[in-house]
C-alpha cells in the first residue's frame, strides 16, 4: 500500500512542488481459473493512468496525478498460462482490479503442440541438411579411394614392367 506525503501549508503557499515515483507492490491472488491482481491506487482517478499488455505478457501500468506531481510506472511479468486477450479491469476510485483468466489445460496443450511441430520441422529441415552433407562426403570419400587405387595400380603394373 501507498502512502501519501503530504506537503507543509508553508511549503504549498510557497509553490513547492513534490515529484513522486510510487513503487506499488501488487497483491496477487492465485485462483482456479484467474489470477486476481490488486494495485492500490488511492487518489489517483480512472483517467491518469492506463494498463497495458503486450503480446509476450509484460503488464505495465502508468499514470500521473497532476495534482502533487505523483507519477506510477509498473510493469511485471504474467504467468504462460495467463490468457492475455481477455484480462478484465475494474477500479473502484481506490482499488485496481486485474482479473487475468488462466488458460484451460486444452488451450495450454494446442499451444505446447504447435510449439513442438515447429521445432520438429526445423529439426527435420537441419537433419536433411546434415544427410545432404555426409551423403556428400561419402561420394566424394568413394571418388577419392578409387582414384587413389587407380594410381597405385598403375604405379605396380608400371614397376613390373620396367
Known sequence: MASWPQLSAKAA?????CDIDLDL????????????IRFDLSGFKKDEFKVLVDAGGRLTL????????????????????ADFDKIAARF??????LTVPK????EMALARMD?????AAWETEAEKERSEWD???VIAAAVAAFALGVVVTHKLLSAKHV
Not at 92 to 97: A, V
Not at 103 to 106: K, S
Request: with cysteine.
Open 13 to 17: 503557499a510557497e509553490g513547492y512542488r
Open 25 to 36: 507492490k501488487p497483491r496477487w491472488d492465485d485462483g482456479a481459473t484467474a489470477y486476481l
Open 62 to 81: 502508468r499514470g500521473q496525478r497532476p495534482s502533487g506531481h505523483v507519477r506510477v510506472n509498473k510493469a511485471l511479468q504474467l504467468p504462460p498460462t
Open 92 to 97: 473502484d476510485g481506490r482499488m485496481l482490479c
Open 103 to 106: 488458460l484451460r489445460v486444452a
Open 115 to 119: 510449439e513442438a511441430k515447429e521445432v
Open 135 to 137: 551423403r556428400g562426403q
